[in-house]
């Protein structure tokens, strides 16, 4: 397993991944990973001969208002289970490496970046657009694999792909769950014991808006429903929204996803599924 810091060694790795008609995949993260981003490397594995990942904390991506020190590090356990996942090469930059002295530029996205965790974090979604189509020129990989777990996430890298028509596919993986049913997420880490506990009523709560929205009923009351029992239970949430699953834009039928935001304590849980 190769662990870059440089850009050149990098783009001397990428080249030699590529060479005669390779595959290389990319899995852009920021540290502290777990069993979800592990299982991004194993599907990046089933579609190139070569696996990235990028370690990044991306300042970009934090508002003013929110503490960039306090989001998870731990360099030698991430490297550690890339290592047990058959990682390939760890793209490692330093703050300087990706935005050097005098950088200006910024991507500026609307659409679905608009509304939800865009409303939430003002110019979250500008950070994420800018650093991952930096990591996509920088590695010159062929896909980029990225986990529904932050569905409004991948809607607007997706956009930002298409619309610049940047070389590189992207390819959503599926949320993937502890056993009682909480979404992977490096924030985890930082619930209290009895926060844990409570966490999974979250998904629960959602699977059976879900199921009674299927069984007929409109979707509104539904789930206000569930946001006053979230309530009652001691979260704050922030939303909990049925969309389109591209535009997120309302529902109108068909296909949606429910997407979920909530606070327990310090900690804000994420999480969507499928209509």
Not at 38 to 53: D, M, S
Not at 76 to 91: M, S, T, Y
Not at 196 to 219: K, Q
Request: charged share 20%; net charge neutral; proline share 8%.
């Amino acid at each position: 397993m190769q662990i870059i810091r440089d850009l050149a060694t990098l783009r001397a790795a990428s080249a030699e991944a590529r060479r005669d008609g390779r595959r290389l995949a990319l899995v852009p993260t920021m540290g502290a990973l777990h069993q979800g981003h592990l299982a991004l490397v194993t599907a990046g594995r089933q579609v190139a001969q070569t696996v990235a990942v990028s370690i990044f904390v991306n300042p970009l991506q934090f508002a003013p208002t929110e503490d960039l020190s306090r989001y998870p590090r731990d360099e030698a356990g991430d490297l550690a289970k890339l290592r047990e996942v058959g990682c390939d090469i760890v793209w490692m930059p330093d703050v300087p490496t990706m935005y050097p002295p005098g950088s200006a530029t910024r991507i500026e996205v609307t659409g679905p970046a608009e509304g939800y965790e865009g409303a939430a974090r003002p110019d979250h979604f500008r950070g994420v657009a800018t650093v991952c189509t930096k990591l996509f020129s920088q590695t010159q990989a062929d896909v980029a694999v990225f986990g529904e777990k932050d569905w409004q996430q991948v809607q607007v890298v997706s956009r930002v792909v298409a619309d610049l028509d940047l070389p590189i596919r992207i390819l959503p993986h599926p949320t993937v769950r502890e056993a009682d049913g909480l979404a992977c997420s490096s924030r985890n880490i930082r619930l209290t014991p009895e926060q844990r506990a409570l966490a999974p009523l979250l998904p629960r709560l959602m699977v059976t808006a879900l199921d009674t929205i299927r069984a007929g009923a409109a979707p509104g009351p539904v789930l206000e429903r569930a946001t006053r029992q979230l309530q009652e239970a001691g979260f704050v949430p922030d939303y909990l929204a049925l969309v389109q699953p591209e535009t997120l834009q309302p529902w109108q039928g068909g296909p949606g996803r429910l997407l979920a935001a909530a606070r327990l304590g310090e900690v804000r849980l994420l999480d969507n599924m499928a209509l």
